[in-house]
């Protein structure tokens, strides 16, 4: 059983390859996004960046639903900070993330062309303001947003197939 959380800035493509791991997996899939607070979701539909306070409940309530599943989930969510992911981990022990990483250009390009999302393009450079990027984490696989998908999705299983076999020795 894995219980994963894919992060990154708003355009680096976690949905998609979060969603692609949960199919790989037989995983239950948890869109980050989807429980954000509604005055969360209407300070980003008006450009303001979220602070820790507004992230807080939303943090411990993706934990909880990942903690209270009895399968394989992999979330969606920014995770943007250390503290935040410190957060998470607290409420589901052993959770591993996979850090989809991308420059802050590529980033705001995408999410520019990207239709039906209420995150402007204009936060992104917030983000990456707020990022601490979580290299040298333990339980963390870094991948290249640039990356086929197929080639993000294997690097997923090689490294999954890794921790099996170092958490069981």
Known sequence: MHKIVVMGVSGS??????????QALDARSIEGDEHHAPASREKMRRGIALEDSDREPWLD????LMAGRATSVVLTCSA???????????KVPGLLFVFVEIDEATAAERVRTRAGHYFPAGLVASQFQVLEPPHGEPGVLVVAATLAQQAQIDAVRKWLGRTCLDSSS
């Open 80 to 90: 943007l900070k250390r503290s935040y992911r410190e957060r998470l981990r607290a």
């Open 13 to 22: 493509g976690k949905s998609t390859l979060a969603a692609r791991i949960a």
């Open 61 to 64: 309530r993706l934990g909880e």
